[in-house]
């Protein structure tokens, strides 16, 4: 698939204009996508800060949350732009239409056809300082590779934009498309704790640390998750994969060294309040505790205590635990 395709000959009688924004009508009076130059933050190493952006208009029409897709290029042409992504939000909205709906932290993987090389999408929430140009509860789509979209159902999305964020030096992750970046070491992900326990991918779900003392697990209530009928043993330890935090000025992230936590931040930020990228719960425990735990956290919890967490969780219902001296206090909480 070539890289560009000469606008003019896919469009089908669209007019363009000599200067961007242009928008292209691709379903008359339903579907238009807005495609304009865009400006990308300068990141380390990165000096090119061109790109295209793509906005779609009429997908919340069919109940489904507007799209955002960012290209970063050094090859800026009204009359020359790539249209590989107007056939996929022309796609998007036929999905939509049969209610098949996109949501955040959902993944798209491509089968024998790809984009530019790209082997998947992941949705994402739109990058914090465009939220007021773009429309309300607009996603972002973000290419993987192979390895990188495979791994979602079994890391979580979070985990992956925020390694992301790391190798791009950009809090929380890079929200464009950037065709000559390093695949990511998914590999390494085999040693996580995740592949040894249960997980639940909970994108409606945040996992906070407040300054270093208080873990907050917040679930919003119209949570359409049915776990009334299913039991939680606590000698199997079940992993939580949330989304990042809105309030979050910085996101734990995958260390490649043990035991050696990291994160990235926002530009001066203080890390009062530090997202992580899962809760992992583990019962049986002689004493209630918490710690950091790769790039999220853990809840140790007695026998008795992990009962009464996931009655809570079930009836949604709120529940606060005071662990050990040495661990941070705990909260869930439905919002």
Same mark, same amino acid.
């Given at each position: 698939?070539?890289?560009?395709?000469? %606008?003019? &000959? *896919? $469009?089908?009688?669209?007019?363009?204009? &000599?200067?961007?924004?242009?928008?292209?009508?691709? %379903?008359?009076?339903?579907?238009?996508?807005? @495609?304009?130059? +865009?400006?990308?933050?300068?990141?380390?190493?990165?000096?090119?800060?061109?790109?295209?952006? =793509?906005?779609?208009?009429?997908?919340?029409?069919?109940?489904?949350?507007?799209?955002?897709?960012?290209?970063?290029?050094?090859?800026?042409?009204?009359?020359?732009?790539?249209?590989?992504?107007? +056939?996929?939000?022309?796609? @998007?909205?036929?999905?939509?239409?049969?209610?098949? %709906?996109? *949501?955040?932290?959902?993944?798209?993987?491509?089968?024998?056809?790809?984009?530019?090389? /790209? *082997?998947?999408? @992941?949705?994402?929430?739109?990058?914090? +300082?465009?939220?007021?140009?773009?429309? *309300?509860?607009?996603?972002?789509? %973000?290419? $993987?590779? $192979?390895?990188?979209?495979?791994?979602?159902?079994?890391?979580?999305?979070?985990? @992956?934009?925020?390694?992301?964020? !790391?190798?791009?030096? =950009?809090?929380?992750?890079?929200?464009?498309?950037?065709? +000559?970046?390093?695949?990511?070491?998914?590999?390494?992900?085999?040693?996580?704790?995740?592949?040894?326990?249960?997980?639940?991918? $909970?994108?409606?779900?945040?996992?906070?640390?407040?300054?270093?003392?208080?873990?907050?697990?917040?679930?919003?209530?119209?949570?359409?998750?049915?776990?009334? !009928?299913?039991?939680?043993?606590?000698?199997?330890?079940? #992993?939580?994969?949330?989304?990042?935090?809105?309030?979050?000025?910085?996101?734990?992230?995958?260390?490649?060294?043990?035991? !050696?936590?990291?994160?990235?931040?926002?530009?001066?930020?203080?890390?009062?309040?530090?997202?992580?990228?899962?809760?992992?719960?583990?019962?049986?425990?002689?004493?209630?505790?918490?710690?950091?735990?790769? &790039? #999220?956290?853990?809840?140790?919890?007695?026998?008795?205590?992990?009962?009464?967490? /996931?009655?809570?969780?079930?009836?949604?219902?709120?529940?606060?635990?005071?662990?050990?001296?040495?661990?941070?206090?705990?909260?869930?909480? /439905?919002?």
């Amino acid at each position: 698939m070539s890289f560009f395709k000469n %606008i003019l &000959d *896919k $469009l089908k009688g669209n007019k363009t204009n &000599d200067s961007f924004p242009i928008t292209i009508e691709r %379903i008359p009076k339903k579907l238009s996508i807005i @495609v304009d130059e +865009h400006q990308i933050p300068v990141t380390m190493g990165n000096n090119n800060v061109r790109a295209l952006s =793509y906005l779609s208009t009429g997908l919340s029409q069919v109940g489904q949350q507007e799209l955002f897709f960012v290209l970063k290029t050094n090859q800026i042409d009204v009359n020359n732009i790539p249209t590989e992504p107007l +056939h996929f939000f022309e796609q @998007v909205y036929q999905f939509a239409t049969q209610g098949q %709906i996109v *949501k955040e932290g959902d993944i798209t993987q491509f089968g024998q056809k790809d984009l530019w090389g /790209w *082997k998947g999408i @992941v949705y994402a929430k739109s990058p914090l +300082h465009l939220q007021k140009q773009l429309p *309300k509860d607009c996603l972002s789509l %973000i290419l $993987l590779s $192979l390895e990188e979209v495979q791994a979602i159902p079994s890391f979580g999305a979070l985990r @992956v934009l925020s390694m992301l964020g !790391k190798q791009a030096r =950009y809090y929380p992750f890079p929200y464009w498309t950037d065709n +000559h970046r390093a695949n990511l070491l998914i590999g390494a992900l085999k040693e996580s704790l995740l592949t040894r326990v249960n997980r639940i991918n $909970l994108p409606e779900a945040v996992v906070t640390s407040v300054k270093n003392k208080h873990i907050y697990l917040k679930i919003a209530r119209q949570l359409s998750l049915d776990l009334s !009928k299913q039991t939680f043993p606590s000698s199997v330890p079940i #992993g939580i994969l949330p989304s990042l935090a809105a309030e979050a000025d910085a996101c734990l992230t995958w260390s490649f060294e043990p035991n !050696k936590p990291e994160a990235i931040s926002l530009p001066d930020s203080k890390g009062s309040i530090i997202s992580g990228c899962l809760l992992v719960l583990i019962g049986g425990q002689a004493q209630n505790s918490s710690r950091i735990l790769e &790039d #999220g956290f853990a809840l140790l919890l007695t026998t008795e205590e992990w009962e009464r967490f /996931w009655l809570a969780f079930k009836s949604k219902q709120v529940y606060q635990l005071k662990t050990s001296s040495e661990g941070m206090d705990f909260s869930l909480i /439905w919002e």
